[in-house]
């Protein structure tokens, strides 16, 4: 039979990649925690007009990454989130989740878009996102990049840089997109199709361009910071402010846009050097019109994306590894029934334990105890059924390295207290 493949551009992980990634989320679900974040989850499959109407008709997301289908059973019209921020506000109007005040969330999920599949860039990827639902800054906004920057020392990733932009509010950019147009018209043959095509209908696009003609124009292209009024102005100074006071390191970048029409004022994103060109790991920012766009109340927020396997091309191979306390050797019906009633009991007692399955002689299943890496072999023939005994066997030390330790034989009820000594 022909050999059945994943999807292009969509990844397996595999169980000797998957303790970087119970790594990263038990890193970022516990610092999220820590700053008072609660989980929230929506699904992955949403109404097609979700995505439209709150990431904009006019960008590369909708107009050509989004996988969207109709529901051959009931002619339903879906798209696979190509970002969670969306989904997610949809819920909260729904649920009325502000009701009672502003909430924080955090939410670690799976995302689609079809472009093409290189390193760092595939089709279902992760994210990591927290969303702050009823604030209006810039406390908040400050807050989860400090909430980020202890991420990345937790997890010990100490190269990427913090950069910021203010994207203004309506008025402001509505002045800022008459000029930008007016540039982009002086400059017309630099231009491609696609940028021609969003000349007038959503220039800030084209600030977001990767075609090598159109980079150039948009290095002396005015940038939206100038065109700041008071109240932006004042809230993105508030905001370096605070960033100053928690000393968290960032550079201004008037040439940050991000890749949704949904963002005004702050817009930020974490940016490595690591892999040549410059890659952002994470991006986020504020979106104060969006509830209501979605059918909500007016409700202020602020929320960023980070992209799991991207910081995960980040973390060395020290990363903690999942490890066995024990691995169970056994031989016979009675030693077979004494593994498995231990193996219960260490695990009432909150250990690790496997016990091995499938035959074969003592000497191979010592091989299976070694490979599993586990602190133990703990080793149960006839004899020790017997007199109610085990032989404990050390295999490696905490640091998962192999050691030629002494065999002790212990009765069974002190097996416990022995792994853990
Ligand atoms: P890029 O400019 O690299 O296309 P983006 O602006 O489209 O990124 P966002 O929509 O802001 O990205 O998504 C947040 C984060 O998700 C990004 O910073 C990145 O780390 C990650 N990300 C985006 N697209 C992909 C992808 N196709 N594969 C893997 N990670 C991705
Ligand atoms: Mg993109």
Redesign the pocket.
């Known amino acids: 039979m022909e050999k059945l493949q994943a999807v292009r551009?969509m990844n397996d992980v595999l169980p000797a990649d998957s303790s970087k990634w119970e790594f990263f989320e038990a890193t970022v679900t516990r610092v999220a925690r820590q700053y008072g974040y609660r989980n929230m989850r929506a699904p992955i499959v949403e109404y097609t007009p979700l995505f439209v109407r709150s990431i904009g008709e006019v960008t590369?997301?909708v107009e050509k990454e989004m996988y969207s289908f109709e529901d051959k059973l009931n002619g339903e019209k879906l798209t696979l989130r190509?970002?969670l921020t969306a989904g997610l506000v949809r819920a909260a109007v729904e649920a009325n989740l502000t009701y009672n005040g502003p909430v924080r969330i955090y939410t670690l999920g799976e995302?689609f878009?079809h472009?093409r599949?290189q390193k760092?860039?595939?089709?279902q990827?992760?994210?990591f996102d927290v969303e702050c639902f009823g604030f209006d800054g810039p406390d908040v906004d400050a807050e989860i990049m400090i909430l980020t920057a202890r991420i990345w020392r937790e997890l010990g990733i100490d190269d990427v840089r913090l950069e910021i932009n203010s994207l203004g509010g309506l008025d402001e950019r509505a002045a800022y997109r008459a000029k930008l147009i007016a540039h982009y018209e002086a400059n017309l043959p630099a231009l491609d199709d696609e940028a021609k095509r969003r000349l007038h209908t959503n220039p800030m696009r084209i600030l977001?361009s990767?075609v090598a003609s159109v980079i150039e124009v948009n290095q002396t292209a005015p940038v939206l910071l100038d065109s700041l009024q008071d109240e932006s102005r004042a809230h993105f100074e508030g905001l370096q402010q605070l960033l100053r006071e928690a000393n968290v390191p960032f550079i201004v970048n008037p040439r940050i846009v991000?890749?949704?029409d949904y963002y005004n004022r702050t817009a930020f994103?974490?940016v490595t050097d690591r892999f040549g060109s410059p890659?952002?790991?994470?991006?986020?920012g504020r979106y104060d019109g969006l509830f209501e766009q979605l059918g909500g109340k007016p409700t202020p927020a602020i929320g960023?994306?980070?992209?799991?396997?991207?910081?995960l091309m980040m973390l060395d191979d020290s990363t903690p590894v999942a490890t066995l306390d024990a691995y169970i050797v056994h031989a016979g019906e009675a030693a077979q029934k004494k593994a498995s009633a231990l193996a219960e009991t260490l695990r009432d007692a909150g250990l690790a334990v496997a016990q091995h399955g499938g035959g074969g002689s003592f000497k191979s299943q010592m091989k299976k105890a070694d490979v599993s890496g586990a602190r133990y072999a703990l080793v149960i023939g006839d004899n020790e059924v017997a007199v109610g005994t085990v032989a404990v066997k050390p295999l490696r030390d905490g640091n998962g390295a192999a050691i030629q330790g002494e065999q002790a034989i212990i009765t069974s009820s002190a097996v416990a207290a022995h792994l853990r000594a």
């Open positions: 551009g590369d997301i190509p970002e995302v878009r472009e599949p760092g860039r595939y089709r990827f992760n994210q977001d990767k991000r890749g949704m994103e974490f890659l952002t790991v994470c991006g986020g960023f994306g980070m992209g799991v396997e991207r910081v």
